[in-house]
């Protein structure tokens, strides 16, 4: 576990991020698997990364799942519920991680490419910026980011995973889902063998630049915690 600020880390001109590897001594280098890096652009509370830690970690029940329901037309949705236990503080625009790892209602009915998929309010009416990170149509697996306002410590938070009426406009919001809160976004999804490969999803085009030196060797891991991860060895 790390704990600790660089505060002119993007501040600075020509400033650079290395992941895998300490910068001034190119001898100290990772071995393991690196997932999601998010850097924020402010300090969060105690209980802000307690939430991050514990969505993250049980996604299956921080949010839960309800059952389908049907709505006017073809459409369908389900509704996600954030337990106030499970927060220690009122928290503002949270970006809470969906985590669907099968799903026979979405690989029934929502788009090969998942674009009919978005996210909605309690009151159903409007739409939140949200991440869709990967979606498998065959096994109706999910990983999204959705950027929830406020997340009550007090009465559940409650929103809706609309989809099934073929609709063709992309409705994520990748910028707004992370901004303006966030200075930098890795998912660690892509291959990370290429320049320039591991992109940024804050909306702020802080990309991969290079993928070697140090002798490290970094590959993806098909088995890390949510989704694909950096092995780096």
């Given at each position: 576990?790390?704990?600790?600020?660089?505060?002119?880390?993007?501040?600075?001109?020509?400033?650079?991020?290395?992941?895998?590897?300490?910068?001034?001594?190119?001898?100290?280098?990772?071995?393991?698997?690196?997932?999601?890096?998010?850097?924020?652009?402010?300090?969060?509370?105690?209980?802000?990364?307690?939430?991050?830690?514990?969505?993250?970690?049980?996604a299956?029940?921080?949010?839960?799942?309800?059952?389908?329901?049907?709505?006017?037309?073809?459409?369908?949705?389900?509704?996600?519920?954030?337990n106030?236990?499970?927060?220690?503080?009122?928290?503002?625009?949270?970006?809470?991680?969906?985590?669907?790892?099968?799903?026979?209602?979405?690989?029934?009915?929502?788009?090969?490419?998942?674009?009919?998929?978005?996210?909605?309010d309690?009151?159903?009416?409007?739409?939140?910026?949200?991440?869709?990170?990967?979606?498998?149509?065959?096994?109706?697996?999910?990983?999204?980011?959705?950027?929830?306002?406020?997340?009550?410590?007090?009465?559940?938070?409650?929103?809706?995973?609309?989809?099934?009426?073929?609709?063709?406009?992309?409705?994520?919001?990748?910028?707004?889902?992370?901004?303006?809160?966030?200075?930098?976004?890795?998912?660690?999804?892509?291959?990370?063998?290429?320049?320039?490969s591991?992109?940024?999803?804050?909306?702020?085009?802080?990309?991969?630049?290079?993928?070697?030196?140090?002798?490290?060797?970094?590959?993806?891991n098909?088995?890390?915690?949510?989704?694909n991860?950096?092995?780096?060895?």
């Amino acid at each position: 576990t790390f704990t600790g600020t660089i505060p002119t880390m993007f501040s600075s001109p020509g400033a650079t991020m290395r992941l895998g590897h300490y910068q001034w001594s190119p001898g100290v280098t990772a071995n393991g698997t690196v997932d999601e890096v998010h850097v924020s652009r402010t300090a969060r509370s105690a209980g802000w990364i307690k939430a991050e830690f514990d969505n993250q970690k049980a996604a299956a029940t921080f949010p839960t799942l309800g059952t389908e329901e049907n709505l006017s037309g073809a459409a369908l949705r389900k509704k996600f519920s954030v337990n106030p236990d499970d927060v220690d503080a009122t928290l503002v625009d949270f970006p809470v991680l969906v985590r669907i790892t099968g799903d026979p209602q979405l690989m029934a009915s929502a788009r090969t490419d998942g674009l009919d998929i978005r996210f909605k309010d309690a009151t159903g009416t409007s739409v939140l910026s949200f991440e869709r990170e990967s979606f498998n149509k065959a096994t109706g697996a999910l990983l999204a980011w959705v950027r929830l306002p406020s997340v009550s410590d007090s009465v559940p938070t409650d929103f809706y995973m609309v989809y099934g009426d073929g609709a063709s406009a992309d409705f994520q919001n990748k910028d707004q889902t992370w901004e303006p809160g966030f200075g930098a976004v890795w998912h660690m999804q892509e291959n990370p063998a290429a320049n320039g490969s591991l992109k940024d999803s804050s909306g702020n085009a802080r990309n991969q630049l290079s993928a070697s030196g140090y002798a490290l060797t970094p590959s993806t891991n098909t088995s890390s915690m949510i989704g694909n991860g950096v092995l780096f060895n």
